[in-house]
């Protein structure tokens, strides 16, 4: 099956709750690059976006 754009999305998300739980630095660094980049599985999805953005930050200040 094709991944799709929300497929991605999601994914990213899961890792980033997981690695914020588990407090995997090294997943987190990969994570906000990708989410930084507007890579086009955000496009159009600001909220998103910028939810996953904020979730980053906060498991970074940790």
């Known amino acids: 099956p094709e991944v799709t754009a929300r497929i991605t999305r999601?994914?990213?998300?899961?890792?980033?709750?997981a690695?914020?739980?588990?407090?995997?630095a090294e997943?987190?660094?990969r994570l906000?690059?990708?989410v930084a980049s507007r890579e086009p599985s955000f496009a159009g999805a600001g909220g998103r976006r910028d939810a996953l953005t904020?979730?980053?930050g906060r498991?970074?200040?940790r």
Not at 10 to 17: I, Q, Y
Not at 19 to 24: I, K, L, Q, V
Request: glycine share 8%.
């Open 10 to 17: 999601e994914s990213a998300r899961m890792l980033a709750v």
């Open 19 to 24: 690695a914020c739980a588990t407090g995997d």
């Open 27 to 29: 997943a987190l660094a």
């Open 32 to 34: 906000g690059p990708l």
């Open 54 to 56: 904020r979730l980053l």
């Open 59 to 61: 498991c970074s200040r």
